[in-house]
Every structure is written in structure tokens, then in C-alpha cells.
Nanobody
């Protein structure tokens, strides 16, 4: 089992920046990829960015140029640097981890609120 805990959310004005962090614990050696998703009120949860164990990254079109995902294997953390935030970025942001050994499993953090004011 993998446990994920997010931090770093908060209130920021449009154009500002936030850095989210996700700490993983448990069977972290089995994780294949980690990522960040967000869920806006009344909307489906959507991908923001993912990073694989090889360091490959993928970003949602809305995040490209404004968001950078990174990981620190020594600290078992993954971070999401968000710049030039917009009001439409307001959402609960969730850390996600996936593994494929002995079947597919994915894990979610509890979420951290990001609010961007205009």
C-alpha cells in the first residue's frame, strides 16, 4: 500500500505562484509513475502532470508553459511548481501514484485546495 500526503495549497492572486508537494510512504519502490490531478467544483477530476520513474513528464495542454513537475527520489516526494496562476486553476489538487506489479493499482492523496483570486 502507498500513502500520499499533499501540502502547499493556499490562496494566491492571479499571476502568482504556488509549489505543491506530495510525500509518499509505504511500498514506494513499486511506484511506476506519480502525478497531479485536479478537480474543479462540478467537474471531473483531470490530469495536470505526470512523471515516470525514468523522469519522463507529460502535461495537460492547459498546464504547459506554466507548470513543472519534478521528483526527489531521496526524499520520496513529487512537486508541482505552478506559475502564472489563473482563476480557472482553482481546484482541489490531488497527488496520484500508479504501480503495475501484481496488477494495476493507483493511490490518491487527500487533496490540497488551491484558490486563485482575480
Amino acid at each position: 500500500q502507498v500513502q500520499l500526503v499533499e501540502s502547499g495549497g493556499g490562496l494566491v492572486q492571479a499571476g502568482g505562484s504556488l509549489r505543491l508537494s506530495c510525500a509518499a510512504s509505504g511500498q514506494i519502490s513499486s511506484i511506476s509513475s506519480m502525478g497531479w490531478f485536479r478537480q474543479r467544483p462540478g467537474k471531473q477530476r483531470e490530469l495536470v502532470a505526470i512523471i515516470t520513474t525514468d523522469g519522463d513528464t507529460n502535461y495537460a495542454d492547459s498546464a504547459k508553459g506554466r507548470v513543472t513537475i519534478s521528483r526527489d527520489n531521496a526524499k520520496n516526494t513529487v512537486e508541482l511548481q505552478m506559475n502564472n496562476l489563473k482563476p480557472e486553476d482553482t481546484a482541489v489538487y490531488y497527488c496520484n501514484a500508479k504501480r503495475y506489479s501484481l496488477g494495476f493499482f493507483q493511490y490518491w492523496g487527500q487533496g490540497t485546495q488551491v484558490t486563485v483570486s482575480s
